[in-house]
């Protein structure tokens, strides 16, 4: 991400925990930049992950200068470049979450999570990051938004939001679903 922003966000969360909060909502999450230093992070990634023979191999890197973000669809690095904007989503609400712990060492962060009611909506925002594998360490709570309410939809059909509930639980967070459009 932008250095101005990351700054930006935790000089917000260090002034958020010498208030005395144990935590800060983190809204509309998004690791999807394309700057120069997101490109330089992507290669330190893939040299992490993958040996120089494998970058070229694998994906035809020479050095870390011919390394570029994933757009092939089903390619093996859009997969690589998908997982690491949810490593380096996660790795930032672990500094947010740090910089809250400076003044409460109890300071958690709660991010707004993707929707899972469709598959279509949770499928959508894996190009932005939002994989909890990668991103629940620092997060006690993860938010779900969604469009559904529960109840019956069908003669046959149930709709609930245990998904969401596993979902986390499964990945070592807690959740909590908003569902828009509950009007009884």
């Known amino acids: ?12 969360a260090d002034l958020v925990g010498q208030c005395g909060y144990d935590g ?3 809204d509309v999450n998004a690791y999807a930049g394309t700057l120069e230093e997101d490109r330089v992070a992507f290669a330190r990634y893939l040299r992490e992950r993958y040996t120089s023979d494998q970058m070229g191999d694998l994906f035809g890197f020479g050095d870390d200068g011919d390394v570029r973000f994933g757009e092939e669809s089903g390619s093996l690095l859009l997969a690589e470049t998908f997982r690491f904007r949810s490593v380096m989503m996660g790795r930032l609400f672990a500094e947010i979450r740090d910089a809250g712990r400076v003044h409460n060492p109890d300071f958690w962060v709660y991010p707004n999570n993707t929707p899972l009611c469709t598959i279509e909506a949770h499928y959508s925002r894996r190009n932005v990051g939002h994989h909890l594998a990668y991103l629940h360490e620092p997060c006690q709570y993860v938010m779900f938004e969604d469009m559904q309410q529960p109840g019956r939809f069908g003669a046959d059909r149930i709709g609930d939001h245990i998904l969401h509930y596993r979902y986390a639980l499964a990945h ?5 679903v908003l569902p828009y459009h509950a009007n009884d």
């Open 1 to 12: 991400g932008h250095p101005a922003w990351r700054r930006f966000l935790l000089t917000c």
């Open 24 to 26: 800060t909502f983190l």
């Open 172 to 176: 070592g967070a807690r959740s909590a």
